[in-house]
């Protein structure tokens, strides 16, 4: 799509961008700056993606309080800016750098880019993040004593792959107090002894 001179457009992004009522102003800039690095334009989840050769490389969102610049492996990036967010704890790989107005993103073109490039320089060299292990996630304790006292539960809960464990160790700690801790272990015990995940 594109020679790598010329900037294509895709159809699909102007017609979100259409649509965009609260961040269309930053979310132009900020895409007319991916496609200055040469990415292909894409709509995946619903936002304008940028990708190289199939790979995702950054995302332009937007929430209530701003939008943002996604960058799939942001945890390999050196920022040495330290505008670098990650959205939440849970995440690993993915970094955000955050706009609540139009002259921010104007200000930070020359910066932007240079992000940009750096992670299309990590995606070419087939660089991947390190994730934790499964047995490297909290168990609550709640879930732990669960565990100790139903040995079929442990089995279970064993045989299940790595991302669904850590998809139910995720579900179970997020929860602030432990009467929602126990609640949520309870409604997920069958489907954790059916050998299911959480969203199975």
């Known amino acids: 799509m594109g020679s790598g001179v010329e900037i ?3 159809p699909v992004v102007d017609a979100f961008l259409k649509r965009e009522e609260t961040w269309r102003d930053e979310m132009a800039l900020l895409r007319k700056i991916a496609l200055s690095c040469n990415l292909r334009e894409e709509l995946k989840w619903g936002q304008p993606c940028y990708t ?3 790979k995702n490389v950054v995302l332009i969102h937007g929430f209530k309080e701003y939008c943002a610049f996604l960058f799939f492996k942001g ?3 050196k920022d040495p800016d330290g505008i ?4 939440t ?4 790989a993915a970094r955000q750098i955050r706009f ?3 002259s921010g993103v104007a200000k930070m073109q020359a910066v932007l880019k240079t992000y940009i490039l750096e992670a299309i320089e990590v995606e070419k060299a087939g660089t991947k993040v390190e994730f934790k292990k499964t047995d490297e996630f909290p168990v609550p304790d709640e879930f732990r004593r669960r565990l100790e006292r139903t040995p079929a539960l442990k089995q279970a809960f064993e045989a299940l792959t790595p991302g669904r464990q850590r998809g139910y160790l995720l579900h179970f700690s ?3 107090q432990a009467a929602t ?3 949520r272990i309870e409604k997920c015990l069958p489907r954790i002894l059916a050998g299911m995940g959480l969203v199975d």
């Open 8 to 10: 294509e457009t895709n």
């Open 100 to 102: 609540t107005e139009a």
């Open 174 to 176: 997020s929860a602030k």
């Open 89 to 92: 704890g849970n995440v690993q």
């Open 75 to 77: 945890a390999l990036l």
């Open 84 to 87: 670098l967010v990650v959205q």
């Open 52 to 54: 190289l050769e199939g």
């Open 181 to 183: 801790r126990e609640s």
